[in-house]
Nanobody
């Protein structure tokens, strides 16, 4: 059974930083591209960042240069380092393997101006 547990969210002021973690189990983590998504209030869920099995990364234009995705295959964990946070980054953040269908509970990020 796929299990995704996101953590590390919180409330910060604009310009602050947070590091999100996602502990995964129930599938072959090291052969899956892993994605971070976010859902802002009243908006659709959007892809924020992805990391391939070979550690190639891609980012939404809105977070390029501020967010860094990484993974630790030994710990079945994917991270999202978020720097210079902006109020528009507010939302619930989720991780998911590219080919998976299950979602975790997410972690709330709130950025105040």
């Amino acid at each position: 059974q796929v299990r995704l547990v996101e953590s590390g969210g919180g409330s910060v002021q604009a310009g602050g930083s947070l590091r999100l973690s996602c502990a995964a189990s129930g599938f072959f983590f090291n052969i899956n591209t892993m994605n971070w998504y976010r859902q802002a209030p009243g908006k659709q869920r959007e892809l924020v960042a992805s990391i391939s099995t070979g550690d190639s990364t891609n980012y939404a234009d809105s977070v390029k240069g501020r967010f860094t995705i990484s993974r630790d295959n030994a710990k079945n964990t994917v991270y999202l380092q978020m720097n210079n946070l902006k109020p528009d980054d507010t939302g619930v953040y989720y991780c998911k393997p590219l080919t998976g269908k299950s979602w975790g509970q997410g972690t709330q990020v709130t950025v105040s101006s």
